[in-house]
């Protein structure tokens, strides 16, 4: 795949630091500028996971990724407006700035001007990083376009892009919300015992066939989470006891646990009634 953060890194205006940075020392003002100058765009894996899969299905995903770039085109295009504005304002500033007698006025005229030319620069920067954005949606797009992955799963041999255009949107509508409430309901037992009052609500408003679809996929899905959970428990367990050291990435403990794995005496903590009477503090 395209080195995208290369490409745009090399495309993008630089910003330079117009406070005052006298106090600040040299280490400081590179982090300050390294902050005003790094693509803070969203990432490329925070949209394949979070934002995509989050709808579950193919079809949600597809529509997801095309709703999201939408909103960046939309973004881009204001910000072109809002920097072209600026740009008009300078004109207007500078050539009041160049009639009129009034000294003050024409202070004010240039504080506005360097102002605007500020702005301009931030909103450029901001414009890279949404032009970014938009460039990544594209390309996961294009995963979804492009080969296998770009067909329906019934045969037909339509792409996604053709289900934009028919009115067989409704029956990955329907998948979609069967998936995603079965998934909610799903995650309430496992957690909770039992359905929330809200995603059974929502189960309920769908036709009854699809209720009892849902419940049907909440009721498994959460025996198979909660099957895979315990047999992760229990290897957890074996490699404890045989004093196998578990992965935890980067997680650290809570200071009382981590105590008393290093072998200190762990402080008890004591409460009382007005401790936990949360709401009168």
Same mark, same amino acid.
């Given at each position: 795949m395209t080195d995208r953060l290369s490409q745009y890194s090399d495309f993008a205006k630089w910003l330079e630091i117009d406070t005052d940075t006298s106090m600040l020392s040299s280490a400081e003002k590179t982090l300050l500028k390294t902050c005003l100058n790094k693509d803070w765009s969203v990432p490329r894996y925070k949209m394949r996971w979070f934002q995509g899969q989050a709808q579950i299905t193919k079809w949600g995903v597809f529509r997801q990724f095309?709703? =999201?770039? $939408? @909103?960046?085109?939309? &973004?881009? =295009? %204001?910000?072109?407006? #809002?920097?072209?504005?600026? =740009?008009?304002?300078? #004109?207007?500033?500078?050539?009041?700035?160049?009639?009129?007698?009034?000294?003050? =006025? $024409?202070?004010k005229a240039q504080v506005e001007i360097d102002f605007l030319k500020?702005?301009?620069? $931030? &909103?450029? $920067?901001? %414009? /890279? !990083?949404?032009? *970014?954005?938009?460039?990544?949606?594209?390309? *996961? *797009? @294009? #995963?979804?376009?492009?080969?296998? /992955? &770009? *067909?329906?799963?019934? @045969? &037909? @041999?339509?792409?996604?892009? !053709?289900?934009?255009y028919s009115d067989d949107q409704d029956q990955f509508e329907r998948q979609l919300w069967t998936n995603r409430l079965g998934k909610q309901a799903a995650l309430d037992i496992l957690f909770y015992g039992r359905i929330g009052v809200g995603n059974m609500d929502a189960i309920l408003q769908m036709p009854q066939e699809q209720q009892a679809e849902t419940l049907v996929l909440a009721t498994d899905y959460a025996l198979q989470l909660q099957d895979y959970q315990q047999k992760l428990q229990l290897e957890s367990a074996e490699k404890k006891a045989a004093g196998i050291p578990a992965d935890l990435k980067e997680l650290q403990f809570p200071q009382v646990v981590q105590k008393s794995l290093d072998g200190q005496p762990v402080p008890k903590i004591s409460t009382s009634g007005d401790d936990l009477d949360v709401y009168n503090h």
């Open positions: 095309m709703i =999201e770039m $939408r @909103g960046k085109e939309e &973004s881009i =295009e %204001k910000l072109d407006y #809002e920097i072209a504005k600026a =740009e008009a304002d300078i #004109e207007i500033h500078q050539y009041y700035a160049a009639h009129t007698p009034n000294p003050g =006025e $024409r202070k500020r702005q301009i620069a $931030r &909103s450029t $920067r901001m %414009k /890279d !990083d949404a032009m *970014l954005d938009r460039q990544y949606y594209l390309d *996961l *797009l @294009g #995963e979804m376009t492009t080969g296998p /992955d &770009s *067909l329906v799963p019934d @045969g &037909s @041999g339509r792409t996604w892009m !053709d289900i934009l």
